[in-house]
């Protein structure tokens, strides 16, 4: 039941884009997306619902499609401080809020 | 707001012995979870409670770990006895709406030896 997130790593220059995918296999209620510098705790970047819309703040978003089961996040002109680690975590549904989290995608912002 | 405290921060045992975790979760969050984390992994969950009453602890290996939230606030997670494959970092998170997600303490890293 867990994701499949992919690429497993990425390195870019700053300024690039990226595109990391969470895909699952099971019938998917929400998908959250967290990054995670080295030492410190994940941190909740946004969630998508099932029927919602894409989602995104600054140049950081997030689609979900259902038909698929996969979602991506999407990082435009990306900065120093985005480097880090990218975790889905996915949500079946139900009254049990709990999430199953992916492998993590790292990702290295160069100068 | 004050985040999810947790201690200790660093634990190295040796295979065998028992350990025990704390978790203080943001005020008014009623679900907590513990996850493990093994290095270069997702988090893992090992528990979840509502309140002070368990929802999901079909991942704990109820041989050796225990967890308890008394009065639906604080909680502890026990180890007993320690196993080398253990080794990782024990993360304690709380919520309060979905779409809030997750708030995730800064762990405990167990090393056992």
């Known amino acids: 039941q867990q994701p499949v997130q992919s690429p497993q790593a990425v390195i870019l220059r700053e300024g690039e884009d990226a595109v990391i995918n969470c895909s699952s296999s099971?019938?998917?209620?929400?998908v959250h997306w967290y990054r995670q510098k080295h030492g410190e705790a994940p941190v909740f970047l946004m969630i998508?619902?099932?029927?919602?819309e894409q989602k995104g703040h600054d140049k950081i978003s997030a689609s979900f499609n259902e038909k698929k089961q996969q979602s991506s996040l999407y990082l435009t002109a990306s900065q120093l401080s985005y480097s880090g680690t990218y975790f889905c975590?996915?949500?079946?549904?139900?009254?049990?809020?709990?999430?199953?989290f992916g492998k993590g995608t790292l990702l290295t912002v160069n100068p | 707001e004050a985040g999810v405290a947790q201690s200790p921060r660093y634990k190295i045992i040796e295979k065998r012995q028992s350990v025990a975790f704390w978790c203080n979760p943001i005020?008014?969050?009623?679900?907590l979870y513990w996850y493990q984390q093994i290095l270069g992994q997702g988090p893992k969950l090992l528990i979840q409670?509502?309140?002070?009453?368990?929802?999901?602890d079909s991942q704990l290996p109820k041989d050796r770990f225990s967890a308890e939230r008394l009065k639906g606030v604080d909680s502890t997670l026990k180890i007993q006895p320690a196993k080398l494959e253990d080794s990782a970092v024990y993360l304690c998170?709380?919520?309060?709406?979905?779409?809030?997600?997750?708030?995730f303490g800064s762990g405990t890293r167990l090393t056992v030896v």
């Open positions: 998170a709380s919520s309060l709406r979905r779409v809030d997600g997750y708030t």
């Open positions: 099971k019938a998917l209620y929400s």
């Open positions: 998508l619902l099932k029927g919602g």
């Open positions: 975590g996915t949500e079946l549904g139900g009254s049990n809020y709990k999430l199953t």
């Open positions: 005020s008014g969050h009623a679900t």
């Open positions: 409670f509502q309140n002070n009453g368990v929802v999901d």
